[in-house]
């Protein structure tokens, strides 16, 4: 177990690559919707919104693999035990790939049904079956690619995930700009780039990973499988549940029409931006308190807690007075379609809330997931749907697309107060049990 005191400054080291891997990671976002937003008009920007959210309901559904290996891996390591930890990349390496593949392998059925729930008008969804069509080729390496990111994390290679991420991003700028601006592929051409994009991230993340590939003895350990599997069992639900969150805001637009479901997913890029920022912080408390948890050391655990949260909250006030001062430049510069653009600069001030709201929510995610406690965040995540979706009914019904936006940012509330309630059993639990021996590889 390291005994390296957690300070601020290397929570700062760690932090920052991860958040510009992270921007990166929602720069895919943003720079599908400005090619978008530049080079159509706010059909082709409904279809790239609704389809993005059905991959993302999709392939976050399966991040699962990358949450569970960064605990894993980081409580591996706070026992000492390496051989355990390479083992755990591995298995998350064959459950990427096999899952990858059923998702291609599924996709004539699952793109029969996966825009239905939107009820989007039949231009749209004629332009987003183009755009699923071309993306899903790209599912095998994405989810591979999940694995490779929880290890980097686990492992405190922050640096090595940035310049992975910087490899995707950068081949899918190049390529949208071509398919889009330059050959006219339309919604099409932005999930091509994409799907492209996430195999050379692949092949370069393997590069990266490659001397902790040896076989090891203790690969297809029942207890561990077993182990693994509840872990993923429970964050994939709670995965799903926060995706079905997301993709209930995206479909409330859609009913009121194109140009809200339009400007509503301009601003979805802007907080997914933001939270893949700030996730930056709650990553790293993953690492420190998976570590923390697997040494059952109390003191680490609640000074990882304490130092991420306060640095995550700062950047949260700064990305939110960014937001504030300078969204509306943005909106203007990168989106044509006027009903679009007005929407998204109606409603921007709604946006900008949510880093501010949001950020907690974020942090006790990365408490939860460091220790793995799958339950808890299943347990919250079911509690934030239930009344979410209500939630919203009620207020779009008495107040349109201001009713949608207050009860998404009332959703963040919920989720602070869901997922805080287990904090004291996480404390409990590191302070009761005893610290394991280190174990050598």
């Given at each position: 177990?390291?005994?390296?005191?957690?300070?601020?400054?290397?929570?700062?080291?760690?932090?920052?690559?991860?958040?510009?891997?992270q921007?990166?990671?929602?720069?895919?976002?943003?720079?599908?919707?400005?090619?978008?937003?530049?080079?159509g008009?706010?059909?082709?920007?409904?279809?790239?919104?609704?389809?993005?959210?059905?991959?993302?309901?999709?392939?976050w559904?399966?991040?699962?693999?990358?949450?569970?290996?960064?605990?894993?891996?980081?409580?591996a390591?706070?026992?000492?035990?390496?051989a355990?930890?390479?083992?755990?990349?591995?298995?998350?390496?064959?459950?990427?790939?096999?899952?990858?593949?059923v998702?291609?392998?599924?996709s004539?059925?699952?793109?029969?049904v996966?825009?239905?729930?939107?009820?989007?008008?039949?231009?749209?969804?004629?332009?987003?079956?183009?755009?699923?069509?071309?993306?899903?080729?790209?599912?095998?390496?994405?989810?591979?690619?999940?694995?490779?990111?929880?290890?980097?994390?686990?492992?405190?290679?922050?640096?090595?995930?940035?310049?992975?991420?910087?490899?995707?991003?950068?081949?899918n700028?190049?390529?949208?700009?071509w398919?889009v601006?330059?050959?006219?592929?339309?919604p099409?051409g932005?999930?091509?780039?994409?799907?492209?994009?996430?195999?050379?991230?692949?092949?370069?993340?393997?590069?990266?990973?490659?001397?902790?590939?040896?076989?090891?003895?203790?690969?297809?350990?029942?207890?561990?499988?077993?182990?693994?599997?509840?872990?993923n069992?429970d964050?994939?639900?709670r995965?799903?549940?926060?995706?079905?969150?997301?993709?209930?805001?995206?479909?409330?637009?859609?009913?009121?029409?194109?140009e809200?479901?339009?400007g509503?997913?301009?601003?979805?890029?802007?907080?997914?931006?933001?939270?893949?920022?700030?996730?930056?912080?709650?990553?790293?408390?993953?690492?420190?308190?998976?570590?923390?948890?697997?040494?059952?050391?109390?003191?680490?655990?609640?000074?990882?807690?304490?130092?991420?949260?306060?640095?995550?909250?700062?950047?949260?006030?700064?990305?939110?007075?960014?937001?504030?001062?300078?969204?509306?430049?943005?909106i203007?510069?990168?989106?044509?379609?006027?009903?679009?653009?007005?929407?998204?600069?109606?409603?921007?001030?709604?946006?900008?809330?949510?880093?501010?709201i949001?950020?907690?929510?974020?942090?006790?995610?990365?408490?939860?997931?460091?220790?793995?406690?799958?339950?808890?965040?299943?347990?919250a995540?079911?509690?934030?749907t239930?009344?979410?979706?209500?939630?919203?009914?009620?207020?779009?019904?008495?107040?349109?697309n201001?009713?949608?936006?207050?009860?998404?940012?009332?959703?963040?509330?919920?989720?602070?107060?869901?997922?805080?309630?287990?904090l004291?059993?996480?404390m409990?639990?590191t302070s009761?049990?005893?610290?394991?021996?280190?174990?050598?590889?």
């Amino acid at each position: 177990m390291s005994e390296t005191v957690l300070s601020r400054s290397r929570v700062m080291r760690l932090a920052v690559p991860v958040m510009l891997a992270q921007a990166a990671i929602a720069a895919t976002g943003v720079v599908d919707t400005a090619v978008m937003g530049l080079y159509g008009d706010k059909t082709d920007l409904a279809a790239v919104a609704i389809a993005s959210v059905a991959f993302s309901f999709i392939y976050w559904g399966f991040g699962f693999l990358r949450m569970s290996t960064t605990g894993l891996v980081a409580q591996a390591l706070g026992r000492g035990d390496q051989a355990e930890a390479r083992a755990t990349l591995q298995r998350g390496l064959l459950i990427g790939a096999s899952l990858g593949l059923v998702i291609f392998a599924a996709s004539p059925v699952l793109e029969r049904v996966v825009f239905s729930p939107f009820g989007a008008e039949p231009d749209v969804v004629h332009l987003a079956d183009g755009y699923f069509s071309a993306r899903v080729w790209g599912a095998p390496a994405l989810l591979t690619q999940y694995a490779i990111t929880g290890w980097l994390l686990g492992t405190g290679r922050t640096g090595a995930l940035l310049a992975m991420q910087i490899v995707m991003n950068g081949v899918n700028i190049v390529l949208d700009i071509w398919f889009v601006a330059g050959l006219g592929w339309g919604p099409a051409g932005i999930g091509a780039g994409t799907a492209i994009a996430e195999w050379i991230a692949l092949l370069f993340g393997l590069v990266l990973i490659w001397p902790s590939l040896k076989r090891e003895a203790g690969l297809f350990d029942r207890a561990a499988l077993i182990g693994l599997f509840n872990a993923n069992r429970d964050i994939l639900i709670r995965t799903l549940a926060m995706l079905l969150c997301f993709a209930w805001f995206v479909r409330s637009g859609a009913q009121l029409g194109t140009e809200y479901v339009a400007g509503n997913e301009v601003l979805l890029q802007f907080i997914t931006v933001a939270a893949f920022v700030l996730d930056g912080f709650a990553f790293v408390a993953e690492k420190e308190i998976g570590e923390a948890y697997g040494g059952r050391d109390r003191r680490k655990l609640l000074r990882a807690m304490r130092i991420t949260t306060e640095l995550a909250f700062a950047f949260a006030i700064l990305v939110s007075l960014l937001y504030w001062l300078g969204g509306g430049w943005v909106i203007s510069v990168f989106i044509s379609d006027a009903e679009a653009r007005t929407v998204a600069l109606a409603f921007l001030p709604y946006c900008a809330l949510v880093p501010v709201i949001g950020v907690l929510a974020y942090q006790l995610d990365g408490f939860l997931l460091g220790a793995t406690r799958g339950r808890a965040l299943r347990t919250a995540a079911a509690i934030v749907t239930i009344i979410y979706i209500p939630l919203d009914l009620i207020m779009r019904d008495q107040f349109g697309n201001t009713g949608v936006w207050l009860a998404f940012l009332g959703m963040f509330v919920v989720r602070v107060a869901a997922h805080g309630w287990f904090l004291p059993s996480l404390m409990r639990a590191t302070s009761d049990q005893p610290q394991q021996p280190p174990q050598q590889s």
